[in-house]
């Protein structure tokens, strides 16, 4: 058997010591004869794991005691909908800081429920392609809504901004533990598993607990499954929760915590992003299309000197599928660039070793040499 270097942007790459694990607790976890896949949510086996599996968030990221930790279905999508529905109750008003793809989702999904959408920033004036800079931001909103790490876009922001009392509301999908962030700054935090945490099929949510409404108060016909109240007071059991995906969360977390905490994610991250942009920035045959000062340290879309910017342009496709098809077969999968980008998109999720970023940057100073 032989694993690659997986650079998908999601669902990725895991620790391999996790998938290990996994593989030899599948058919008999803990002398219950069982899998987890096929135990009961509510079974004296699995209840430890959920339990776990929050105790460990809260450890990790260092959740304030007031402060709610949930585990719930739909993805990031499903939040962009949940957020309004929650949050957008007193005056239906929200500002929206407009980054990319899953800001501009988030705050149509808003509009779409009725609440008004300011956007009262966006960098879509250069392609997304930097964070844009709100020190203050005052008036009679709701919440505040970002996109912290712009998976597409390869933007992250720098600071954040001053919302005063008004809630800030972040996407940490694809950035969450992969360092450091205080939570008690934010009102509310979302981040689909499967960048960063584990398999696709669960959504962390931390939500200050003052902000999560009885469920009659979230917007008109907001479904059950859909107010944070239910998840919040049935620890993430009112129904069956994503039991293995919880599991391997958990087993994630341990071994983000036995690497060195957020603290140590954010290092090894560092490292390896630095690695691949110092590349980038000194090649003459490739460039990072995310401006300094607002590049994420995940993910890494590039160009080639082919490209244009124009979409569809033949020569540069060719290039693009030429590389994509000699990296697969190197070993390094999963680098096609998003079509709103183009070029190629390396993501360095905390599972990517550094060992992966230099055998990245060796075939790309190869493919660079033979294609000049
Ligand atoms: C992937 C992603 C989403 C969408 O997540 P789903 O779980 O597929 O709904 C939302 N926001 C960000 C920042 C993402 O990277």
């Not at 392609?127 to 790490?149: A, F, H, M, Q, W």
């Not at 931390?206 to 902000?211: G, K, P, S």
């Not at 977390?253 to 957020?262: D, M, T």
């Not at 970023?357 to 790309?364: G, Q």
Request: hydrophobic residues 35%.
């Amino acid at each position: 058997m032989s694993r690659v270097y997986n650079f998908s942007a999601g669902p990725s790459c895991l620790p391999e010591e996790v998938l290990n694990e996994c593989a030899a607790e599948m058919l008999d976890y803990n002398g219950t004869g069982q899998s987890v896949m096929e135990m009961s949510h509510r079974s004296k086996a699995y209840e430890p794991i959920i339990q776990d599996a929050e105790a460990m968030v809260r450890k990790l990221m260092n959740v304030p005691e007031n402060y709610k930790v949930m585990f719930i279905q739909g993805g990031g999508s499903t939040q962009f909908a949940m957020v309004a529905e929650n949050l957008g109750i007193k005056n239906k008003k929200a500002a929206y800081i407009e980054t990319g793809v899953w800001a501009k989702k988030a705050a149509a999904e808003a509009k779409k429920l009725g609440v008004a959408v300011d956007v009262i920033a966006s960098s879509k004036d250069k392609g997304y392609s930097y964070i844009p800079r709100v020190e203050k931001v005052t008036g009679d909103y709701d919440y505040v809504y970002i996109c912290l790490n712009n998976t597409i876009m390869g933007t992250h922001y720098e600071y954040l901004p001053d919302t005063g009392n008004i809630p800030l509301v972040a996407d940490i999908s694809s950035c969450v533990l992969s360092e450091p962030i205080d939570v008690s700054k934010f009102g509310l935090l979302f981040a689909g598993a499967q960048k960063n945490l584990a398999p696709a099929g669960v959504t962390l949510a931390i939500v200050r607990e003052d902000l999560i409404p009885e469920p009659e108060n979230c917007l008109p016909g907001t479904p059950t499954m859909l107010a944070y109240k239910t998840h919040a007071d049935n620890g993430s059991m009112y129904n069956t929760p994503p039991c293995y995906t919880i599991y391997v969360l958990g087993k994630v977390l341990h071994w983000i915590e036995k690497n060195g905490g957020a603290e140590g994610m954010l290092k090894r991250n560092k490292e390896k992003a630095d690695y691949l942009y110092n590349y980038l920035d000194s090649s003459d045959f490739y460039r990072a299309t995310a401006e300094k000062g607002s590049r994420s340290l995940m993910n890494v879309p590039f160009l080639t000197k082919y490209s244009k910017g124009v979409a569809d342009d033949p020569k540069e496709k060719e290039i693009n599928d030429k590389f994509v098809k000699e990296a697969t077969k190197a070993g390094l999968v999963n680098l096609k660039g998003h079509r709103l980008v183009g070029g190629m998109r390396a993501s360095i999720y905390n599972a990517m070793t550094l060992d992966g970023v230099k055998a990245l940057v060796e075939f790309m100073k190869k493919f660079a040499e033979e294609n000049k």
